[in-house]
């Protein structure tokens, strides 16, 4: 019977041995498994993650592309910068004017696109931009003769410019920059 004892107890605690290990095992092979699917699902994400990330890896160029064109666009435009580049000794007050409205809604016309990828309040305020800029031109040339030399209506711009501190292509200029900004 001592030897039934002994046997007995030994066979017990090697199941119970056995047991625990089993247990031990299958709780390690779960808790792995879980923070192995939680990984896996971190890494690739979900199909609308995935799909939204590719958006935006597509998107932030062309957006950044935008606020680019525009910016070249409102420097191109400003009063001072158009007389620079389009004034000719030859040219009449009339056939400035005329070509420097023209290349402002031209220019326009070109970057129309770009109102896609920009919120309305930006896009809002290039049109503003526009806008002053060509009846900047216009109210200097009223003040003048239509056969006058070209030189007349360059001075007459830069003299309506410098009393208008806060030109709307300056505000438009800093909020693009501004929004442009918020994209990284």
């Given amino acids: 019977m001592d030897n039934f004892f002994w046997t007995t107890l030994v066979t017990d605690i090697i199941h119970a041995f056995m047991i625990i290990c089993l247990g031990s095992f299958a709780a390690w092979f779960l808790v792995s498994y879980y923070f192995r699917?939680?990984?896996?699902?971190?890494?690739?994400?979900?199909?609308?993650?995935?799909?939204?990330?590719?958006?935006?890896?597509?998107?932030?160029?062309?957006?950044?592309?935008?606020?680019?064109?525009?910016?070249?666009?409102?420097?191109?435009?400003?009063?001072?910068?158009?007389?620079?580049?389009?004034?000719?000794?030859?040219?009449?007050?009339?056939?400035?004017?005329?070509?420097?409205?023209?290349?402002?809604?031209?220019?326009?016309?070109?970057?129309?696109?770009?109102?896609?990828?920009?919120?309305?309040?930006?896009?809002?305020?290039?049109?503003?931009?526009?806008?002053?800029?060509?009846a900047l031109i216009n109210r200097a040339s009223t003040q003048l003769s239509p056969q006058d030399g070209s030189a007349a209506l360059v001075k007459a711009i830069f003299d309506i410019s410098l009393e208008n501190e806060n030109l709307a292509t300056a505000a438009a200029l800093n909020y693009v920059k501004d929004e442009a900004r918020l994209l990284f």
């Fill in 37 to 134: 699917l939680k990984s896996s699902n971190r890494k690739i994400g979900s199909p609308v993650n995935d799909a939204l990330t590719e958006s935006k890896r597509i998107t932030l160029p062309l957006r950044l592309q935008a606020y680019e064109r525009t910016v070249l666009f409102l420097e191109r435009i400003q009063p001072s910068n158009l007389v620079m580049r389009l004034q000719k000794s030859e040219m009449t007050v009339q056939e400035l004017q005329l070509t420097l409205v023209r290349t402002i809604r031209d220019e326009f016309d070109y970057n129309l696109s770009q109102q896609v990828y920009m919120s309305p309040t930006a896009w809002e305020m290039i049109k503003n931009a526009r806008e002053e800029s060509i």
